[in-house]
């Protein structure tokens, strides 16, 4: 069973970090591209960040720029998103997703990605 699975999230204090990681399991994250969603309540889902499965970044939003990185380690299957200075409009559940795709590109949309974790709260908040 292909799987994705979000954790690290949790309640930190404005200006704090967290680091978020989604592992997947089932299958290889080597030929992959991996982007970060996040949906606040009461409000639509946005792209975060992605990492293309040859390591490209693509920013989708630029609130979270200088703030906020995407890693991945291919030995341990999982794609990390660093999230520093915190602020409270962070606050979501944050969503790791993947698509089959070589090379330096990332989709534009969500909908490209086929497969989704189920999510981890991040909660920023004093």
């Known amino acids: 069973q292909l799987q994705l699975v979000e954790s690290g999230g949790g309640l930190v204090q404005p200006g704090g970090s967290l680091r978020l990681s989604c592992a997947a399991s089932?299958?290889?994250?080597?030929?992959?591209?991996i982007g970060w969603f996040r949906q606040a309540p009461g409000k639509e889902r946005e792209g975060v960040l992605c990492i293309s499965s040859s390591g490209g970044r693509t920013n989708y939003l630029d609130s979270v720029k200088g703030r906020f990185t995407i890693s991945r380690d291919n030995t341990k299957n999982t794609v990390y998103l660093q999230m520093n200075s915190l602020k409270p409009e962070d606050t979501a559940v944050y969503y790791c997703a993947a698509v089959p795709v070589l090379g330096s590109w990332c989709p534009t949309l969500s909908g490209d990605f086929g497969l989704w974790g189920q999510g981890t709260q991040v909660t920023v908040s004093s």
């Open positions: 089932g299958f290889t994250l080597d030929y992959y591209a």
